[in-house]
C-alpha cells in the first residue's frame, strides 16, 4: 500500500535491475534470464546509489533482476546507503534459495537490511520452487518481524489458479500478507506462447502512462522512463525520448530532472502515447500501447506538436489534475487500474492496513 501511494508521483522512486541472471526458468520470464545473462559491476549501480542525498533522492530505492538475490551484498549496500539519505528500500525475489532448508546467510542478511521484501510466486514460479517452499520463507521473515508481500501474475479473472492461490495466502498466513495481482503480459518468454495486445481503438482517447513515472535502471546501467521490457532488451531502437541517462556517468538529480522536465514524458503521463500519435500524426499510426510510444520520437511532427503542447497553461493544468486525480485514487485505485479484476483489495492486507486504521484512530 505504501509503495502503491507513491506510484503515481514522478521520480518518488528509482527501480534497479541489479542483474538479468537467474537460476530459475520460468517460461513467463519477461527477461529472459539464465545463469549466464548480463551482469554489471556492482560497483556502476552503488556509485549511482551514492549520488542520492538527504536534500534530493527517491522516497523508496526499488531493486529486482532477473534474480536480484543473487547480488545480496550489493542490496544490502544499496539499502544501506538508501537508509542513510532517508529512502526507504525494497527488493522483489523469485525466491530461488527457497528449497534450501534455512535462508542463506548473506540472502538473509541482504532482506534484513531492507524496509520491505516482496517475493514473486504464480503458476509458474510454482513449477520452479514449490509453494510449501515459499510458505516456509515467508513464515521465517514474518516471524522476525519483517514486512513482506506477494506479486503474483494470471490469466485473468476467471483463472482458477488465481482464486487457489490467493486464498492459500490468506488461510496460511491469516490475511499478514498483501498480494500485488497483476495480469500477465506477453513479454519476454511469456511472448512465445501467448497471443497478441489488442490494437488501439480509433478515435484513439487519452489514456495516461502511469508507469513513465519512476525511472528503471537496466541491468545495463541504462535508465530509461519506464523499463518496458523490449526497451531495455533493444529488442526495439532505443526511443530517445525514454532515454533519461546512464548511471555509469548521471547522478540521481540529473535523472530525476530528466524525468521531471522531459516534455514527452511528461506528455505521455498526462495524455497517453496514442492520443498525441493521432493528434499530431493523423489517424493509422497508432499499433498497441507502448508500440506507439515507440515510434513517437521518429514519427514526424509528433516530437515538435508535443513540445508546443507543453508548454501550454492548459497542458500545465491538465497535468497536475491527473497527477492529483491519480494520487486521490490510491492504492487501491492503483491496483484496480493495473491488477486483475476482483483481487485489487488483496493489497491491503497486511501491517499497512493496520497501521492505517492505527493513525485514522
Ligand atoms: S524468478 Fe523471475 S527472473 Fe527468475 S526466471 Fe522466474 S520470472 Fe525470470
Ligand atoms: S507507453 Fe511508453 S512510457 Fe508508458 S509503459 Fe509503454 S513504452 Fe513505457
Known amino acids: 500500500m505504501e509503495i502503491l501511494r507513491f506510484r503515481p508521483i514522478p521520480a518518488a522512486a528509482v527501480y534497479f535491475g541489479l542483474t538479468r541472471r537467474c537460476p530459475l526458468h520460468c517460461r513467463h520470464c519477461s527477461t529472459e534470464s539464465l545463469m549466464d545473462s548480463e551482469q554489471y559491476p556492482a560497483r556502476m549501480f552503488l556509485r549511482f546509489a551514492e549520488t542520492f542525498t538527504e536534500q534530493n533522492r527517491p522516497e523508496l530505492t526499488l531493486m529486482s533482476g532477473g ?25 522483489l525475489s523469485g525466491l530461488f534459495f527457497a528449497q534450501k532448508p534455512r535462508i542463506p546467510k548473506a540472502v538473509r542478511a541482504a532482506i ?16 520452479e520452487v514449490p509453494r510449501a517452499d515459499v510458505f516456509r520463507v515467508l513464515h521465517e521473515l514474518l516471524d522476525a518481524g519483517k514486512d513482506v508481500s506477494l506479486q503474483i501474475t494470471g490469466e485473468g479473472p476467471d483463472d482458477p489458479y488465481l482464486a487457489d492461490i490467493t486464498a492459500a495466502v490468506r488461510r496460511e498466513f491469516d490475511d499478514r500478507v498483501p498480494m500485488l495481482v497483476v495480469p500477465l503480459a506477453p513479454v519476454g518468454r511469456a511472448r512465445e506462447w501467448m497471443g497478441q495486445q489488442p490494437q488501439a481503438a480509433y478515435p484513439a482517447t487519452a489514456a495516461p502512462c502511469s508507469l513513465a513515472c519512476w525511472p528503471v535502471i537496466g541491468f545495463n546501467g541504462q535508465v530509461t522512463s519506464c523499463g518496458n521490457q523490449d526497451v531495455m532488451d533493444g529488442k526495439v531502437p532505443l526511443p530517445a525520448h525514454l532515454f533519461l541517462g546512464h548511471i555509469a556517468h548521471d547522478d540521481w538529480e540529473t535523472v530525476k530532472r530528466k524525468a521531471l522536465e522531459s516534455p514527452m514524458v511528461g506528455a505521455i503521463r498526462t495524455y497517453g502515447p496514442e492520443y498525441l500519435m493521432e493528434r499530431y500524426a493523423g489517424e493509422g499510426n497508432c499499433e498497441g500501447y507502448c508500440q506507439t510510444c515507440w515510434k513517437m520520437s521518429t514519427t514526424p511532427g509528433v516530437k515538435e506538436g508535443v513540445r508546443a503542447l507543453a508548454l501550454l497553461p492548459s497542458t500545465i493544468a491538465t497535468r497536475e489534475t491527473v497527477e492529483r486525480i491519480s494520487v486521490a485514487a490510491g492504492p487501491l485505485g492503483f491496483a484496480r487500474r493495473f491488477g486483475v479484476n476482483g483481487y485489487a483489495e488483496l493489497v491491503t492486507l497486511g501491517g499497512a492496513v493496520e497501521r492505517d486504521l492505527a493513525c485514522a484512530g
Do not use: C, N, Q
Not at 112 to 122: E, V
Open 112 to 127: 534484513d537490511s531492507l524496509d520491505h521484501f516482496a517475493a514473486s510466486t504464480d503458476r509458474f514460479h510454482e513449477e
Open 67 to 91: 534474480e536480484v538475490m543473487l547480488r545480496p551484498g550489493l542490496v544490502r549496500d544499496i539499502a544501506e546507503r538508501a537508509r542513510a539519505v532517508g529512502s526507504r528500500s525494497y527488493a
